[in-house]
């Protein structure tokens, strides 16, 4: 089942469900989840009875197969590991098991448009803004920084990229930049956010142009820094993230040799993308290489990968596929 039957599946048990009851499933979703459901049920004009019976069908199935063994399972690791190792050892665990638990007050941001959160950081600190972006989801934060000028935008990336943790002073001055939103930010102990892998999934998400820009600055002030982040900006599995068309813009240019060897150490699921954009004969034709094709070590699996992701960049760069958000500039015509 795709993604898109899902949530027209989802959609179809809501409104199945009732307004009642269907506004407190809402209650326990995030604000991506909602907007998405919500779009769903908007254009859910007309479904046969036979499509509504299926899903409440496989719905009940799914729903009795599954049994709530704890009421909160975070309570329940906390109790569990205080009483096994002591407050002071389980406390270093449970802040790495159950991350950003105690800076739910983030949470008020999600539901705001990137422009309205792109006016409430414009002024502050970049160090503090960065802190904020890393809560985020990636797409975002992205989308916020868009608002900012390219300086501020340099400068907060920067800082994301660099960042090894959110120290309790810093969630501190969240509070004020947030007007108290957060809560016990003195009780929080660090956390593992931001990073160079959050610094490349945001810049992934702002559009070519707007990258090229962003990386040239931070190569400017650490050359190992921006390489890292470029090697992080889009890996061999993000393939599955280009569309039909992309893929077989990327396949004119890849040699077989070197897709043979890549797809070894690919998931299956990529494996079928890549398949599923080849003539019935050139995929035929690749399986049985595949599969005659003896262990292979891993440096060389991956180095070939490293050539498809260069053609996959080059083309992006050209403007023949797109691999990242974008935005109005970025748009197909």
Known sequence: MSQTDGLQDAAILMMSL????????????SPKEVQKLGEAIAKTKSITRERVD???????????????LVSDSGDYVRSVLKRALGDDKAALLID????GGDVSGIESLKWMDPASVGELLRNEHPQIVAAILVHLDFDQAADVLKFFTERQRNEVMLRVATME??????LKDLNEVLFKVLAGGDKVRKSSLGGVKAAAEMINLLGTAIEGAVIESIRNHDPDLAQKIMDKMFVFDDVMKLDDK??????????????IVALK?????LKEKILGNMSSRAAETLREDLESRGPMRLSEVEAQQKEILKTVRRLADEGTIVIGGGGADDAMV
């Open 96 to 99: 790495r098991i159950l991350q």
């Open 18 to 29: 009732g307004e009642h009851e269907a506004s407190e499933v809402f209650k326990h979703l």
């Open 165 to 170: 943790g959110i120290q309790p002073s810093a």
């Open 54 to 68: 299926d899903v409440i069908v496989r719905f009940t199935g799914v729903a009795a197969a599954h049994s709530l």
């Open 246 to 259: 992309s893929i077989q813009m990327v396949l004119k240019e890849v040699a077989s040799d070197v897709l």
């Open 265 to 269: 150490g690919a998931q299956p699921e």
